[in-house]
């Protein structure tokens, strides 16, 4: 079993910067592949970001690519997503999400482990 802690959400204006950390227990951190979803009020959870296990390939969204940067520190068993040039339709509920795919993938129906997600509201 993997539990998942989100933190550093909060309110900022649009073009500022926010940085999300996941902590994660339970399991071999090692051995999972992380990632952030987000969902908006009155829309489905989407994809923003993931990386592989060893904390050398990513996969972003188009939406978030060039803005976004999700990294991981294996040792402090921690997933960071740090998010600059913000805009209003960032806001969302994020979540962080684990699992042990090897092929990183923007589906969420492979994850197996979810947090209990962060808000970031972005003000125009």
């Known amino acids: 079993q993997v539990q998942l802690v989100e933190s550093g959400g909060g309110l900022v204006q649009a073009g500022g910067s926010l940085r999300l950390s996941c902590k994660a227990s339970g399991s071999a951190f090692g051995s999972l592949a992380m990632g952030w979803y987000r969902q908006a009020p009155g829309k489905e959870r989407e994809f923003a970001a993931r990386i592989n296990r060893s904390g050398t390939s990513t996969l972003y969204a188009d939406s978030v690519k060039g803005r976004f940067t999700i990294s991981r520190n294996n040792a402090e068993n921690t997933v960071v997503l740090q998010m600059n040039s913000l805009k209003p339709e960032d806001t969302a509920v994020y979540y962080c999400?684990?699992?042990?795919?090897?092929?990183?993938?923007?589906?969420?129906?492979?994850?197996?482990?979810w947090g209990q997600g962060t808000q970031v509201t972005v003000s125009s």
């Open positions: 999400a684990a699992d042990r795919q090897l092929v990183l993938s923007r589906e969420s129906s492979g994850v197996d482990y």
